[in-house]
């Protein structure tokens, strides 16, 4: 397991492993694709996406 799955916590890691598995990828390459996807929506939107993001975190945790 990669140092930024490790660092994010087992629910978020064991989603990327999944998501790794199923798409025959390595856990950095399925890290990076989605870090450099929200990258590029951040760089679009700016922090309008950040603050969706954000609030939708908040409404998770509430659940």
């Known amino acids: 397991m990669t140092v ?3 660092m994010m916590g087992s629910p978020s890691s ?5 998501i790794a598995n199923s ?9 990076e694709l989605l870090l450099s ?3 590029q929506a ?3 939107e700016g922090p309008k996406f950040m603050q969706r993001l954000v609030a939708k975190q908040k409404a ?3 659940e």
Do not use: D, M, N, P
Request: net charge positive; charged share 25%; hydrophobic share 40%.
């Open 4 to 6: 930024l799955a490790t």
């Open 14 to 18: 064991l989603l990327i492993q999944g």
């Open 23 to 31: 798409e025959a990828r390595s856990i950095s390459q399925v890290c």
């Open 37 to 39: 996807e929200g990258v």
């Open 42 to 44: 951040y760089k679009k």
């Open 60 to 62: 998770r945790v509430k």
